[in-house]
């Protein structure tokens, strides 16, 4: 069953690259499939390119050998047409942990911000985060990868995605008072369903999105939040209790993504 192949994710670009279904691997595709799975020449797995297609394969020396034509792909999947971001001021710790659980989860979009508020922690390493983005992909089976941005300072991305048409901005605040749980203002957002069996090309133009933006764990300055609320931004609450950014982070990740399924919108399969 395609369920229990252990996965490996590779590139579009890298895919379209192939002669003859025939994928040249890299040194450390290479190690993943022999060192980690103890796969040998000929044994099977998945290859999936992160933009919702999966392949079968086996391993061929130093290739993988697909199993079905590069445009005839084994799995098509539709991304929601409800894309989920998730913007942090991001943390001096547990950041590493925040990628992973939040791509578990099926988080479309992780925005990493630094805020008035932030304290400076390890230095950014886009290789590292792209290559645990990655490994969470692959290990939870998602077919799509999340788009990983780099990190942008607070106030001119509070501006910029505030007023985006028939979005939804929400900002995860504290100590306001009888603030709207995320969940109740999640419910009262009226989703626009997109039609079964439209292209994937189609379904990913037209979406819409719900960004959440988590603060520090000093809270947002008074100057960010009121920028915030001017430009659209819908104040929320995670709950009763002061959370630390990755705990608040990854609980309002399972909070929208289990919204998104009951509003029958996650990924589905192309007929």
């Known amino acids: 069953m395609t369920k229990e192949w252990r996965r490996l994710l590779i590139s579009s670009e890298q895919l379209e690259a192939a002669s003859d279904a025939r994928v040249p691997l890299g040194d450390r595709e290479l190690h993943y499939l022999r060192r980690v799975l103890r796969l040998r020449s000929g044994d099977g797995f998945a290859v ?10 086996c391993l061929d020396h130093d290739s993988a050998l697909l199993q079905q034509p590069l445009n005839q792909p084994l799995q098509l999947q539709a991304p929601s047409e409800l894309g989920l971001q998730l913007a942090v001021a991001w943390p001096r710790r547990d950041g590493e942990l ?7 989860l099926g988080i ?4 990493p911000l630094m805020s008035d508020r932030s304290v400076t922690g390890e230095r950014w390493n886009s290789v590292r985060t792209t290559a645990i983005v990655q490994e969470a992909v692959a ?8 788009d ?5 300072g607070a106030t001119s991305w509070l501006a910029e995605w505030g007023h985006n048409g028939g979005d939804l901005a929400l900002l995860a605040t504290t100590r306001h008072g009888d603030l709207p749980l995320l969940l109740d203002r999640l419910e009262g957002f009226k989703t626009a ?7 994937v090309e189609h379904s990913s133009r037209t979406r819409r999105v719900v960004s959440l933006a988590i603060g520090p764990e000093g809270g947002w300055s008074p100057a960010e939040e009121s920028l915030a609320m001017a430009k659209g931004w819908q ?8 959370l ?28």
């Open 48 to 57: 999936v390119d992160g933009q919702g297609r999966l392949w079968q394969a």
């Open 98 to 104: 925040l990628l992973r659980m939040a791509t578990e």
């Open 108 to 111: 479309d979009r992780i925005q």
């Open 139 to 146: 290990q939870c089976e998602r077919l799509w990868m999340p």
């Open 148 to 152: 990983l941005a780099a990190p942008l």
């Open 193 to 199: 369903q997109a039609p079964v069996g439209e292209s």
């Open 235 to 242: 104040a929320v609450s995670l709950g009763p209790t002061i």
């Open 244 to 271: 630390r950014t990755a705990t608040a982070a990854v609980g309002a990740a399972a909070v929208l993504c289990q919204w998104r399924s009951s509003c029958g919108t996650s990924p589905r399969p192309l007929t």
